[in-house]
Structures are given as C-alpha cells and as structure tokens.
C-alpha cells in the first residue's frame, strides 16, 4: 500500500529517494556517515531514502554537498517539488482563502487545447454560474476551515471560464444526470445554473453529454469527478486533496475510462430535454406533500 492515493505521487517521490541513496552510496558514505556531516540523526536519511519523507531543498543540497554531488542539487530539488505537487492538500492551497487557487489555474488553462472533464456530483468548474460558484465554494471554505472568501472567488471562476469562449481550445463535457438534481443553493441560483447550461452546451467548442440515470447496463459505474489537461495531466479532487496523475500509463487508463462514459452519454437536443426536465422539478412541490 502506498502512502499516497496516486501511485503517480509515490513513484515521482520514490524515484527522488532512490536518486539520493546512489549518490549516497557512489560517495561511499553510510547513513549514518551522511546523517553525522549533515548534522541529522540517522533516522532521517533512512526516512528520506524510503521515501517516507520528503527532502526540503536545504536537505538535498546538503546532501549533495557532502557526497560531492553538488551539480546534481537543482535537478533532484525540481523532481522533489514536482513529486510533491501531485498530491496537494487543499488546507494548504487555500490559506489565504479560495480567491488565488482559482487564479492558479490560468497558466494551466491557457496552455490546454483539448479539456476532457467527468462529473458525477457537480456542474463542472468551467461552465458554473457565479451563484452556483458562490454557494459551492462556501460550504468548501467552511468544511475546510479557511478564510471564506467566496464571493470573490466565485468571480474569479466565472472570469477565468470565459476560456470556453475563446479560440484554440475544445471542451468535452461528461455528467451524470444527478448532477441536474442537486441543490446547491437556492432554486433561483439553481435555476440560473440550469439555465446557463442549457446556453453553454451550444457554444461551439463545447461538448455537453449527460448520462441518464436510467440507462440501462451501464459499461461503467460512476466514477470520481476528474479533469485531464490534453494528454498530459489528469487532476482529481478529493475532499482533503487534490491529485495529479502524469504517468503515461494512468492517463492511459482515465482516458478509456472517459471514453466509455462519454459513449453512454447523451448529446444536443436530448441533453436539453434532461436539462429542462430538472428546471421544471425545481417547481414540483416535493413528494409526499
């Protein structure tokens, strides 16, 4: 069992390990010869070879410098943090508040052509109403016991979803038909929402494809909300977490994974007929009344 829920995570940190531990070895130091020039107890080089923990920039130049590797540091501090980005806890992203994590996704953004994006539970990010993005990133801020900064957040993520808007990028779209139903906020924001996808799913780079809840034999149960960014990064968000997944092979996997759901879908004017179907409930007095 890793010690990440990405395997992606724990290869990234696991390679890390095993560069430091050869050039440990290559300088003909033991763990504890390493540990005494450092001025760390032992234990610590035998963690950061394992990697059951990750080396500080300060750790991997010390422990450069002192097996004659120094050349060698900035590389393995790159490969450190870049193994340490693929699984990021949101209490850390969001110290300052929502309103920045929003904004450090636009470099990402901008640099994707093709957005692949599956949701099970919620409108995806890229096509949320402010007031939709408003009550969601609330409970978010809440839960996560962080500055609650969710109007400008939510401004924030309606200004960097007009990316939907812009040339040069493509958007495929897949959501359960549950995502329909859930109220995030009051009906007029719902509604709101709906209603925005209703104008959203014509866009011309847009994909819209909902999966009706009825469908028979489904080829795939429902799965964890994911992004992938072109074939290169697929970012999952947990509640605790985000993940990052860049190994071939599990990019590999997600994209089939999209593939069969999206094929159970449904497209254009049968999307719409679900979208206003969910729109005309929100005025049907519950059952039972």
Request: charged letters at 25%.
């Amino acid at each position: 069992m890793t010690d990440s829920p990405s395997s992606s995570a724990q290869a990234a940190r696991e390679a890390v390990a095993g560069r430091l531990r050869a050039i440990r070895k290559t300088a003909g130091l033991g763990v504890v010869g390493l540990a005494g020039r450092c001025g760390w107890h032992h234990a610590k080089v035998s963690r950061i070879e394992n990697a059951k923990t990750p080396p500080s920039p300060t750790d991997i130049r010390l422990w450069c410098t002192h097996s004659q590797a120094q050349d060698q540091a900035d590389d393995l501090i790159a490969a450190s943090l870049n193994a340490e980005s693929l699984y990021r806890e949101w209490r850390q992203r969001t110290r300052q508040g929502l309103r920045q994590l929003q904004d450090s996704y636009l470099d990402l953004f901008r640099a994707t052509r093709l957005f692949r994006v599956y949701s099970p539970t919620l409108v995806p990010g890229l096509l949320q109403t402010e007031e939709y993005a408003r009550a969601l990133l609330s409970g978010n801020a809440d839960l996560l016991e962080v500055p609650n900064d969710a109007d400008a957040a939510a401004q924030a993520r309606v200004k960097r979803s007009r990316i939907v808007r812009q040339a040069g990028h493509r958007f495929l779209f897949v959501v359960e038909e549950a995502v329909l139903r859930y109220q995030l906020g009051d009906k007029e924001a719902i509604a709101g929402q709906l209603g925005y996808l209703l104008t959203a799913g014509a866009l011309p780079a847009v994909s819209l494809g909902i999966i009706p809840k009825d469908t028979p034999e489904r080829i795939l149960s429902p799965q964890e909300l994911f992004h992938m960014y072109d074939d290169t990064l697929v970012s999952m968000d947990l509640m605790s977490a985000q993940v990052n997944v860049t190994q071939p092979t599990e990019i590999s996997l997600y994209l089939k994974a999209f593939e069969q759901l999206r094929s159970m879908a449904v497209y254009g004017a049968d999307a719409r007929t679900l979208i206003t179907a969910a729109i005309e409930a929100l005025d049907q007095p519950p059952k039972g009344d």
